[in-house]
Structures are given as structure tokens and as C-alpha cells.
């Protein structure tokens, strides 16, 4: 991978917000390449860019990734193929709000302390993702 894939790639992948320091440390590159590659993606509205604490951050645009995931399903699927599984899905989260006794993702999260075992703690992980 060239030096901007790995940092595209990286981009994509974080879930809380980094410093560009941080990012060019998972990709092997440096600040200022990846300070580079960091703004054009937020300028391309793929990141966002955030000032905390004296620092900028940057994290994924969860609006725009969500858009850009809507429309290749969209591109991808048919309407009645992708109702059939959002009724699939909406009927498993029903079974699991039912299994394990909660309303939202972050009661479930927030139950896993109270889990006996790895593989308990793990299933609860999954469903939660």
C-alpha cells in the first residue's frame, strides 16, 4: 500500500477521534504526510475535524459514512431484497431485546459486567456490534 492508502485505510478504520501523530504512528508515515492525507479526507467529507484540548482530532463523519453505506445498498440491492432484510433484522433485534433483557445496544453493553465466562462476555460483544 502507498502512504496515503494506509492512511485512508486507517481513517476509515477509528472509531474515537486521533491526532494526526497517532495516525501517522499506525501508518508509518510522517505527521506532516499525514496531516496531508488527513485534510483532504475531511475535505472530501470523510472525516471529521475536531480542536480538543489544543489538539486537532480527527474521526470518522458517521453521517456521511452512513449516507455513502445507504446509497451503495441502494445501488446494490433491490427494494424488496433489502426490506426482506431489514424485517430480518428488526426481528433479531427483538430476540435479543427478549434474550437478554434490555431496550438499547447500551444497556447490553453495560450488562457485560455482570456476565459469568468469556463466552457469554463475547456473544454479548457480538450482538452488540
Not at 7 to 18: D, G, K, L, Q, V
Not at 41 to 50: C, G, I, Q, S, Y
Not at 78 to 94: F, G, P, V, W, Y
Not at 97 to 102: I, L, P
Amino acid at each position: 500500500m502507498t502512504r496515503g492508502e494506509r492512511i485512508r485505510a486507517a481513517a476509515r478504520t477509528i472509531r474515537t477521534p486521533h491526532n494526526a501523530s497517532w495516525i501517522a504512528a499506525e501508518t508509518d508515515v510522517s505527521v506532516k504526510t499525514a496531516q496531508k492525507y488527513l485534510d483532504q479526507l475531511v475535505e472530501d467529507n470523510v472525516l471529521l475535524k475536531t480542536l480538543q484540548v489544543d489538539q486537532m482530532l480527527y474521526c470518522v463523519d458517521q453521517l456521511m459514512a452512513t449516507y455513502r453505506e445507504f446509497a451503495r445498498l441502494q445501488r446494490e440491492y433491490d427494494r424488496t431484497k433489502l426490506t426482506s432484510a431489514l424485517e430480518s433484522m428488526s426481528t433479531q433485534i427483538t430476540d435479543w431485546k427478549a434474550s437478554y433483557d434490555v431496550e438499547t445496544p447500551g444497556e447490553l453493553w453495560a450488562s457485560i459486567v455482570d456476565c459469568e465466562g468469556p463466552t457469554e462476555i463475547e456473544n454479548r460483544h457480538e450482538v452488540v456490534s
